[in-house]
């Protein structure tokens, strides 16, 4: 019995995260802070279709405040309220070379990279990717 209890014991302190804190974004991040967390869209209407697409965003700090991870999905409605799909998304956003950047992915093979940022520290942030021939430039706000 007390080998159980021994046992149970080391179990329960290997467990438990040894002065596990809350990591704090890097100062490079610290405008986007407002944007971690639990996030949930409205019901977005899809006009030339009439189905509707519901979101739901978490994101959080990663690698130790050098990055935020923001995990998407998105569930759409046929225009008769069926299911009609989804996807799921990701993006990382991050500091190099002094400029904010973000690489996006989807469930549908979409990979757009981000090389412009603009912040309005705690307010809002817009995402630019760059213009390439022949293909659209994608603005994220």
């Known amino acids: 019995m007390r080998t159980l209890i021994a ?6 302190v290997l467990a438990a995260p040894a002065g ?3 990591p704090v974004l890097k100062p490079a991040l610290a405008g986007l802070a407002f944007l ?23 994101i959080t700090i990663e690698t130790d405040g050098w990055s935020l991870l923001r995990r998407d999905r998105t569930d759409i409605t046929d225009a008769r309220g069926q299911p009609a799909g ?5 993006m990382l956003i991050y500091a190099e070379e002094g400029a904010l950047r973000a690489d996006y992915g989807d469930g549908e093979g979409h990979i757009i990279h ?4 603009v912040v309005a520290a705690g307010h809002s942030v817009v995402f630019t990717s760059a213009a390439t021939a022949g293909q659209p ?3 994220l706000t």
């Open 114 to 117: 981000y090389p412009y940022v």
């Open 86 to 90: 989804g996807f799921s998304q990701v």
């Open 7 to 12: 046992g149970l014991a080391l179990t329960a």
């Open 137 to 139: 430039t994608f603005r």
């Open 20 to 22: 596990a804190q809350s």
């Open 36 to 58: 971690v967390g639990d996030w949930k869209s409205d019901d977005g209407k899809v006009a030339d279709t009439g189905a509707t697409s519901v979101g739901t965003s978490h």
